[in-house]
């Protein structure tokens, strides 16, 4: 089946959207404020009525930032971890006692950004909720796309699986920025499920993976970073950056 990527977003956020038989993907929103831009893109590629789900790898604000002014534009479903509902509806992502970052370059961004809030959002009928590896709600669709569990970064990280291209979407699963070493995500709440979901998407044999910072990798960079997460102490600050 043809799925044709689009990216429409920035290195600092990236924005895909997947087009489908079924209608427009899109995974993650982004920063509170940029729906505007958001829209203006995604109608380059389409008309804004095309998108029909918004999948989100997980609660935080630069992923969900926007959603609640996307909502408010089209008729888009939303689908997402039942772990998403309560932070999204609170507008804020959670803060995970254990958690901390992964390096040290990754607590510089710590030490700048404060702010985690968002716009609430109540998403009522149009939640497509995903609690276990069952509910494919693509693949009931017909389409080659499957649903992963990926937690690590937080306990409600989900990522996609082209099952025909063998191409990963996973979030913040991993990174490819500038200040993520070694393809770690800056903020980690549990660095034993981290490692445990990259050896869940290296089991997919994928040909390549898009993370929601950076540009896309070979997945050969997850084989030989591995071994950093093993006995990994992550870094703690007073005030903690998702």
């Not at 309560?86 to 390096?103: A, F, I, K, N």
Request: charged residues 25%; aromatic residues 10%; contains cysteine.
């Amino acid at each position: 089946m043809d799925i044709r990527i689009h990216e429409i977003g920035s290195y600092v956020v990236r924005n895909y959207l997947l087009e489908t038989p079924r209608g427009i993907i899109a995974i993650d929103t982004g920063y509170p404020g940029d729906c505007d831009r958001f829209v203006r893109r995604f109608e380059k590629v389409a008309p804004l009525s095309a998108l029909t789900y918004i999948f989100i790898t997980h609660h935080h604000d630069d992923h969900a930032g926007f959603l609640a002014d996307l909502l408010a534009r089209c008729d888009a479903k939303v689908v997402l971890h039942p772990l998403a509902i309560e932070p999204l509806s609170r507008g804020e992502s959670l803060d995970y006692p254990d958690g901390g970052y992964s390096s040290v370059p990754a607590s510089w961004f710590g030490k700048f950004k404060s702010d985690f809030t968002f716009p609430k959002v109540n998403l009522g009928d149009k939640a497509v909720i995903v609690g276990q590896e069952t509910d494919q709600v693509f693949e009931r669709l017909g389409l080659p796309i499957r649903i992963l569990f990926l937690p690590g970064h937080t306990a409600d990280s989900i990522g996609l699986f082209l099952t025909e291209t063998g191409q990963l979407f996973c979030g913040d699963a991993a990174m490819n920025a500038i200040i993520s070493v070694a393809k770690h995500t800056i903020w980690i709440d549990d660095a034993d499920a981290f490692g445990q979901s990259w050896d869940a998407m290296l089991a997919t044999r994928p040909t390549r993976i898009y993370p929601s910072h950076g540009g896309s990798f070979s997945p050969k960079a997850l084989v030989r970073h591995r071994h950093y997460m093993k006995g990994r102490k992550l870094i703690q600050l007073d005030k903690k950056s998702k």
